[in-house]
């Protein structure tokens, strides 16, 4: 059984920065893709950033020269980099990966980031 531990979130000012990262374990094979999806006050989830194995990252645009996903495949670890952080860049974010061989996916159970003006 695949399992996601998320740490990194917190309470920050806004013009700073966080780092997440997630680990995840359970798949021998390791993951196709990993990545970070949030839930707003504005918006039930939406696709921050995605990293398929061996691929370019994918950003949504108000990410874009912001946010930096990075993955370390020995460690099945997903992190983002968050920098210049908005106040409507508060909310949940769950990572979520897809299983090599089964392309199951899977989610964390979120860490809340919120972004003080």
């Known amino acids: 059984q695949v399992q996601l531990v998320e740490s990194g979130g917190g309470l920050v000012q806004a013009g700073g920065s966080l780092r997440l990262s997630c680990a995840a374990s359970?798949?021998?094979?390791?993951?196709?893709?990993m990545g970070w999806y949030r839930r707003t006050p504005e918006k039930q989830r939406e696709m921050v950033a995605t990293?398929?194995?061996?691929?370019?990252?994918n950003y949504a645009d108000s990410m874009k020269g912001r946010f930096t996903i990075s993955r370390d495949n020995a460690k099945n670890t997903v992190y983002l980099q968050m920098d210049s952080l908005k106040p409507e860049d508060t909310g949940v974010y769950f990572c979520?990966?897809?299983?090599?061989?089964?392309?199951?996916?899977?989610w964390g159970p979120g860490t809340q980031v919120t972004v003080s003006s």
């Open positions: 979520s990966v897809t299983a090599k061989r089964t392309y199951l996916v899977y």
């Open positions: 359970g798949s021998i094979f390791g993951f196709v893709t």
């Open positions: 990293l398929t194995d061996g691929g370019s990252p």
